[in-house]
């Protein structure tokens, strides 16, 4: 299983980090990331490496890491026209590139589903960590786990729309001891950690602590607090406080301490990550008691605690004064540690935790499988009987659950063949051999159908560029060659008067049309412009009760309804990337009434679309998602005005509903197409 683990990292450490490493900056993708994982930052929480021994094919990301980032770019010809979200452009190409099964993001804050649904690849699992508060805006629906070691953030993470929660706490990296293992303490008292408006509990130890040490001459204290501003802390802390101390460094200064102490932020409940890395590195560890500790380790044999101000001081002055008994306790805790809770051990549990909700997705999909299997014998044993109209129900029942199944879309042909109709058998020969290219039967049918159906005719246009191109897309499209032609000479025209704006097609199906608009694209534009082609690429969704054909017969019933002109998305884009014609089209995977919206700010204004939507609902919800993108002068073509009711029904509503009038030229018994007037 291919496995992305997407992190953030804090921006003043990768500055530092750079600053203080000025040579990375140079360095390849591979060797800049390797270089950080390292140095120990957010070691903690970095998984991706382990799995791969688990058998993943693993990888990582650290999303706001620019160097890095700009470099995998540059190494991968990937060129940016959104400069201010260059960052997020690069992460959506990262994911679209892996495909991973397991999608997991430290930071489900700045990666909510405002991201998730941009993306074009949808992995199968998407896990997110969270052991800080969420912003209120956040959305989590697209979120199968969220992991936290914080209780209280079950019922927030079913609130903002996560499917399930799992207690996780992260691990100790044995790398890391080997590092600082030589390093002797030095100082008697060491705090590490953040303070903000979330630690005001924190900051009042902090403040006994400081009054305690500047009472005590001999009493050697320091504290790694990152500011938020100048002057953020109380001025006595400030003199105590040496600043952030990062990766290794922060490591260093733990393994430095006599005594670390540790104090929970306000929310939590005796888990923090402090509580591994200081007896991960055998450093005595004084913390803040709370029951979960005990879940860790044992208080005053692992670890030692404090429930008040008094007890913290006490407890300081006791282990101080007997260093043996301060050893044992640090040495019993990084011993517990390193067995129990080195990284290489969580991941075994994370690895639980990912292939057990993988079963049950898979054990869903298996249902859905099962189901298509039976009805697949079902409607066999029709065929065999010659009851071709009751087996064609029951394969269109079957094609509605959008599971791709061997030799489905053959009994599909047979029937229509039998119910004679034998142009819609060849579509569906063709979309059986799109999932299934080494269907003997199907191929030797769709021959023989294309002989007896499909003579050998000369183009009816004779513009020799257009049927030079039809002859590579035909096999790939539904469309009429009147269409096509149409399609050929509005994208010149737009594309030979440059007007400014971006191409969209919405239906995309097994991706000839989209070729054709790209070929125009990529000979005849005198400006950079790409075409975004929407597809669901895994059928038509549900037709409603308007989408029928003039005579009154329902989409559903007369073998075109859901499910129905599939093609995958890989095989579409391999089709595009054999013609030379990937640079220009931008695939966006999923229904229209989620990803149209979702587009829109990024699209910007469109010179050129074509509506193949086929239902009253999906072409409604083009014209309202981007007709007001669309230039004046901009030329529009729909596909099925003159065949679907419902979708001629949703253009005249449109029409009404805006106060306007569409100049509208037909093209064949079905296609039309017009100009967006001034």
């Known amino acids: 299983m291919k496995f992305l683990q997407i992190l953030t990292f804090y921006e003043k450490y990768l500055i530092d980090f750079y600053t203080y490493n000025k040579q990375i900056v140079n360095y390849s993708y591979k060797d800049q990331l390797n270089e950080l994982i390292r140095d120990g930052f957010g070691a903690s929480h970095i998984f991706a490496p382990y799995l791969n021994d688990l058998g993943y094919d693993s990888h990582l990301v650290i999303a706001n890491n620019s160097p890095a980032q700009l470099q995998w770019a540059k190494e ?94 992260p691990g100790f990296p044995d790398f890391i001891s080997n590092i600082v293992k030589n390093e002797s303490p030095k100082l008697d008292i060491v705090f590490s950690g953040n303070v903000s408006g979330e630690h005001r509990n924190r900051l009042e130890y902090l403040k006994i602590i400081t009054n305690y040490s500047n009472k005590r001459s001999n009493l050697s204290t320091a504290f790694f607090i990152p500011e938020l501003h100048p002057n953020s802390l109380p001025l006595n802390i400030q003199k105590l406080n040496n600043g952030p101390c990062w990766g290794i460094n922060m490591y260093r200064a733990l393994k430095c301490g006599r005594i670390v102490l540790n104090i929970d932020i306000d929310f939590g409940d005796g888990g923090n990550m402090r509580l591994f890395e200081t007896t991960g590195v055998g450093s005595f560890l004084l913390t803040q008691y709370q029951d979960k500790v005990a879940k860790y380790f044992e208080p005053g044999k692992e670890v030692e605690t404090f429930r008040s101000p008094e007890e913290m001081i006490e407890k300081i002055e006791y282990y101080l004064k007997y260093p043996q008994k301060r050893e044992d306790i640090a040495y019993r805790g990084q011993q517990k540690c390193l067995s129990e809770f080195s990284i290489k051990n969580r991941a075994i549990d994370f690895d639980n935790i990912i292939r057990k909700y993988m079963s049950k997705k898979r054990n869903s999909k298996l249902l859905n499988q099962k189901t298509v299997s039976d009805l697949k014998k079902k409607s066999m044993t029709y065929i065999d009987n010659n009851n071709f109209e009751k087996a064609f129900e029951i394969i269109i029942q079957a094609k509605a659950l959008k599971i791709p199944t061997y030799n489905l879309d053959y009994m599909k042909a047979i029937c229509f063949v039998r119910m004679n109709r034998p142009f819609d058998a060849i579509e569906s020969l063709r979309e059986e051999l799109r999932f299934f290219p080494e269907n003997v039967e199907a191929k030797k049918l769709l021959v023989q159908l294309s002989e007896d159906f499909l003579p050998p005719k000369e183009y009816k246009y004779r513009n020799y560029e257009f049927s030079s191109i039809l002859k590579k897309i035909k096999p790939n499209t539904m469309l009429s060659e009147e269409r096509l032609f149409s399609l050929f000479v509005l994208s010149r025209h737009i594309c030979l008067i440059d007007l400014p704006g971006n191409f969209v097609e ?143 029904k949703a253009i005249h509503e449109f029409e009404l509903q805006n106060e306007i009038s569409f100049n509208i030229n037909k093209i064949d018994s079905t296609g039309i197409w017009f100009f967006k007037k001034s």
């Open 506 to 648: 919405c239906g995309v199906a097994a991706g000839g049309s989209s070729a054709l608009i790209a070929y125009v694209i990529k000979k005849y534009s005198k400006r950079l412009r790409h075409l975004y082609s929407f597809d669901s690429f895994e059928g038509m969704p549900e037709p409603s009760k308007e989408d029928t054909l003039y005579n009154g017969a329902e989409a559903q019933k007369i073998g075109w309804g859901a499910g129905t002109c599939a093609a995958s998305i890989q095989y579409v884009s391999s089709f595009w990337e054999n013609l030379n014609l990937s640079d220009i089209i931008i695939p966006v995977k999923g229904y229209f009434n989620k990803k149209l919206s979702e587009k829109k700010n990024e699209i910007g204004q469109i010179s050129f679309m074509h509506l193949d939507g086929d239902w009253y609902e999906s072409t409604k919800t083009i014209l309202e998602n981007f007709y007001s993108n669309i230039a004046e002068g901009g030329a529009l073509q729909v596909d099925d005005y003159g065949h679907w009711s419902g979708c001629q």
């Open 76 to 169: 991968n010809n990937i060129h940016h026209e959104n400069k201010q979200e260059i960052l997020i452009d690069i992460v959506k190409k990262q994911v679209d590139l892996i495909k991973p099964d397991i999608l997991y993001f430290t930071d489900p804050v700045t990666f909510d589903d405002s991201f998730i649904n941009t993306l074009n690849h949808r992995p199968n699992l998407i896990i997110g960590w969270r052991a800080a508060t969420f912003l209120q805006n956040t959305k989590l629906s697209k979120f199968d786990i969220i992991l936290s070691n914080a209780e209280i953030f079950r019922q927030k993470s079913f609130e903002l729309g996560a499917k399930s929660f799992e207690f996780f706490f």
